[in-house]
């Protein structure tokens, strides 16, 4: 059973540098999301994409921040001279469109940030 | 705007002691909600999907519940292995993405 898988687990970065993310979706999803959750709080939605084309982007999503997923299956999320308020766990779902009543999304492991 | 309220924050109880996790949420139109379990330093993980007022759905000593402006998640009997942060989500219509609470903290004693 292959889900959502997330590299790397871990990143720990100085402050002004750039970062990128992995996620890899489950392989019949076509549906993938980026969320980014800090302690104490739910997940916060960033960006999603339906096979290649970028959907939707949150307001919030400072223009540091890009996402690409350019065959329509692993995307990437990178984030340019990164602060310390970027330190947060960086979530990837995935899920299927089309299936009646259903639009489950489900999670990988996450990427642990911390900028120093 | 479109928003998720979860009460308590936190919860403590003694192995066996049966108790409910409130979720109300205020949205435009409500397509589903969703409670996924999360463990320290992981991802969610999904639970459930309700989508309309009266909807029930259980899975071993879980049962969650939908009401137009509620959900609650009653457990029965809860393990040790029952603690975790219970998150609630609301999907509208006019996205896809999730919308997510803060939680419920909840720890289970022998």
């Known amino acids: 059973d292959t889900g959502v898988s997330q590299n790397p687990r871990h990143k720990i970065t100085k402050r002004g540098q750039n970062v990128t993310f992995r996620c890899d979706p489950i392989?019949?999803?076509?549906?993938l999301y980026w969320y980014r959750q800090t302690l104490g709080q739910g997940p916060e939605f960033l960006t999603y994409?339906?096979?290649?084309?970028?959907?939707?982007k949150s307001r919030l999503l400072s223009d540091r921040f890009s996402a690409e997923r350019p065959k329509g299956s692993f995307s990437t999320l990178e984030i340019q001279r990164t602060e310390q308020g970027d330190s947060a766990m960086y979530l990837c779902?995935?899920?299927?469109?089309?299936?009646?009543?259903?639009?489950?999304?489900?999670f990988g492991p996450g990427t642990r940030l911390t900028v120093l | 705007e479109d928003q998720v309220t979860q009460s308590p924050e936190a919860l403590r109880l003694q192995e066996g002691e049966s108790s409910s996790l409130n979720c109300s949420y205020t949205?435009?139109?409500?397509?589903?909600l969703f409670w996924y379990r999360q463990d320290p330093g992981k991802g969610p993980e999904f639970l459930f999907t309700?989508?309309?007022a009266g909807e029930e759905k259980e899975k071993e000593r879980l049962k969650a519940t939908l009401t137009k402006k509620e959900s609650f998640l009653h457990i029965t009997a809860p393990k040790p292995e029952d603690s975790a942060t219970y998150l609630c989500?609301?999907?509208?219509?006019?996205?896809?993405?999730?919308?997510f609470g803060t939680g419920t903290r909840l720890q289970v004693f022998p």
């Open positions: 779902a995935s899920s299927s469109s089309g299936l009646a009543g259903g639009n489950e999304q489900f």
């Open positions: 392989s019949e999803h076509n549906r």
């Open positions: 994409f339906q096979n290649e084309a970028q959907l939707e």
């Open positions: 949205v435009s139109g409500l397509r589903g």
């Open positions: 309700l989508y309309s």
């Open positions: 989500a609301v999907q509208t219509y006019n996205t896809d993405k999730l919308i």
